[in-house]
């Protein structure tokens, strides 16, 4: 594992060199003096006033900062007044207090100067989630970003990098993370047992000083590769005695454990199906057992069919999810939360949003998404997704008259985090705005992309205005180039199997995932109506996606099959629309490494040539993508290029 990290976002400098008089910290008895917020302050302050004298105390001082816990505000909500002479932040409790800290600390650094403020602030989300898919050897399945900072040769580690990592979630709102991945695999499957007990509690307290709680990824069929049990039939005694005896155990020893995340009858991973049960009893077995320690069960909705024949066209993965979920809608206990991929496929740079939000009505759900960029150019290319998350949080899913955005709906939102042990820890700088920005944008999702981008950019680039112009242009153009040179008008999977990197537009197209385009000669896409998937979207979202004329045109390729002659609304026909978002998408990413460039001197510099690396590199393949895909298609419809240019 790489020790050296990058402090990111935290990395304090001072804001007032040359204040020299006294600046005084004042909290009463019920804050505690060692939590983190106070602790946050502190540190703080020492590096903004490297020459002010930092005291404790009801003294006079020229600064004065309080903190108070307040009764009247929820447990994570936070108050803030301030002016020039200091603030008073007032938390409903020690997490909400952080969280009030963290925002006061970034409000003055993205002003330069301790300025006036009056703010109240609660989290919109109850659950803000990240999700790692770390393996117990210290591989990271889809990382990017390096090796595992959590597990090296079937070891947890925890160290100062851990610390550090939870101050970095903390500070962007994150109050969960799930440490393995969801395929359970190795030693993984023994995180469960005593050998990984004292690692897992001292894990768990750091998590929890900074008010995020630990969350295992479970074998749902452990009760058998454990303990040694013949079954893991939910409705089995023994099987159920065997959970509750192992939540007893393991929440006696890591009490701040948060609870099981769970992938059950999904790509290999065993769940109740096995045994002729539905999901909900399968999920509320196991959060009956660890119900008694408060603990819940994160249980992921992505189920479907693995090894379809691409010759069947009734069968659409599409649809597979919400078929199996929204019949259990009501079934489940209190403690269990269903986690809901962003889209109804698997985190195509494009996809219409599940339309299971919509249908849960008795559930609880949070959606998922997808920071490490699986399918979006592994942190090769520059993809910011919070415009994109966004949009999914404020889709209107037409469930009910009013209320109706997934926003209103979840009680929560996890994402697959992109960081390992790479020194900036998401492989690329520019992808550290996307976990960033997911935790703010769950925390307060008034904020516009472009809000959260400027702050992060201010916090951690500091105030060059160039920089910023820059880097909000390139980061907010970014992922409209790369579904514009990838996969465009909604018609995802052309990449490679397997990789998921490069094009290969046949790749996924004879093969078991349940992943086709059905690109012919004549047409392309797939009609949804047929498939009944338009069907479980409620009025008028299934009237809108069911017609050509209506179907947005981002979203066409998905929801109908079209000829190529077939015109959109921006008046383009379908097969010319593929041609110049091709052109134009590489050209955008020429633009970004040219932009990228006049940065020279401004940037740090191993920032910057770590990203005139990446870049050159994104561009290789951009132009990949875009002669492949075009030369493709080209060949498929023996159509030409209005403005002439080479299709190969
Ligand atoms: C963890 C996709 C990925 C898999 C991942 C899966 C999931 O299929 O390719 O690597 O497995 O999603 O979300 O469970």
């Not at 993965?317 to 979920?325: N, P, V």
Request: hydrophobic share 40%.
């Amino acid at each position: 594992m790489n020790k050296e990290y990058s402090k990111l976002w935290l990395d304090y400098r001072p804001l007032d060199p040359r204040f020299t008089g006294r600046a005084a910290i004042r909290c009463p008895s019920r804050v505690d003096r060692q939590g983190a917020a106070v602790k946050e302050l502190i540190t703080a302050l020492s590096a903004m006033l490297p020459a002010a004298e930092l005291t404790f105390g009801a003294d006079s001082a020229a600064l004065i900062f309080e903190c108070d816990i307040g009764d009247f505000l929820a447990e994570e909500e936070y108050m803030i007044s301030a002016d020039e002479r200091g603030a008073s932040v007032i938390g409903g409790s020690e997490k909400g207090l952080l969280y009030g800290v963290f925002d006061y600390l970034r409000m003055i650094r993205a002003a330069g100067s301790f300025v006036k403020m009056n703010k109240r602030c609660a989290p919109a989300l109850p659950l803000r989630m990240l999700d790692h898919w770390d393996n117990a050897d210290g591989t990271i399945e889809r990382g990017y970003s390096g090796d595992s900072f959590f597990f090296e040769n079937g070891r947890l580690i925890v160290d100062e990098r851990t610390e550090h990592y939870a101050r970095l979630l903390a500070s962007a709102g994150i109050n969960a993370a799930a440490v393995n991945n969801v395929n359970v695999r190795g030693d993984a499957v023994r995180l469960i047992t005593e050998e990984y007990y004292p690692e897992l509690a001292k894990l768990s307290a750091v998590f929890s000083r900074w008010g995020i709680a630990l969350y295992i990824s479970v074998d749902f069929s452990a009760p058998i590769s454990v303990g040694g049990l013949r079954t893991a039939d939910p409705l089995d005694v023994n099987t159920a005695y065997w959970w509750q005896q192992k939540a007893r155990e393991l929440f006696s020893a890591v009490p701040t454990l948060g609870g099981f995340l769970v992938k059950a009858d999904s790509e290999g991973q065993q769940g109740p199906y096995a045994y002729g049960r539905d999901h909900a009893d399968g999920a509320n077995m196991l959060a009956r057992a660890v119900k008694p320690y408060g603990g819940r069960i994160i249980w992921r909705a992505f189920v479907y069919n693995c090894a379809q024949d691409w010759r069947d066209e009734r069968t659409d993965r599409a649809c597979a999810g919400f078929k199996t979920f929204a019949p259990l809608d009501g079934h489940f206990d209190t403690n269990v939360i269903l986690q809901v991929k962003n889209g109804p496929m698997d985190f195509q740079v494009r996809e219409p949003v599940h339309p299971l939000f919509g249908e849960m009505k008795h559930t609880s759900v949070a959606a998922e998404f997808q920071l490490a960029q699986e399918y979006t150019g592994q942190q090769l290319h520059i993809c910011c997704l919070l415009p994109m998350i966004r949009e999914t949080l404020f889709f209107d899913t037409c469930s009910q008259p009013e209320h109706s955005r997934v926003l209103d709906r979840i009680s929560g939102a996890a994402a697959v985090s992109n960081t390992g042990d790479s020194f900036c820890w998401t492989g690329s700088e520019l992808a550290g705005a996307n976990l960033y920005g997911f935790g703010r944008m769950c925390f307060e999702p008034q904020l516009t992309a472009e809000d959260i981008l400027d702050e992060w950019i201010t916090l951690s680039f500091g105030n060059d205005e160039q920089v910023r112009e820059t880097l909000l242009y390139i980061l907010l153009s970014s992922h409209k180039a790369y579904e514009d040179y990838t996969a465009p008008l909604g018609m995802g999977w052309l990449c490679k199997p397997n990789t998921h990197y490069g094009p290969d537009p046949l790749g996924y197209e004879f093969d078991r995932w349940g992943t086709y385009h059905r690109a012919d000669r004549d047409a392309v896409g797939i009609d949804r109506c047929k498939t009944g998937y338009t069907s479980l979207y409620p009025s008028p979202l299934r009237e809108l996606y069911s017609d050509i004329d209506t179907c947005p045109d981002e979203l066409l390729l998905f929801f109908c099959r079209v000829p190529y002659t077939h015109i959109l609304h921006s008046g383009k026909t379908v097969i010319q629309h593929i041609y110049d978002s091709h052109f134009d998408g590489y050209e955008q990413a020429v633009e970004f490494a040219r932009l990228w460039e006049e940065l020279e001197g401004r940037l740090d510099r191993r920032v910057y040539e770590n990203g005139r690396k990446r870049l050159k590199e994104q561009l290789r393949s951009a132009r990949e993508w875009r002669d492949i895909i075009n030369a493709f298609f080209h060949r498929l419809s023996g159509i030409e290029d209005e403005k002439g240019r080479e299709l190969y």
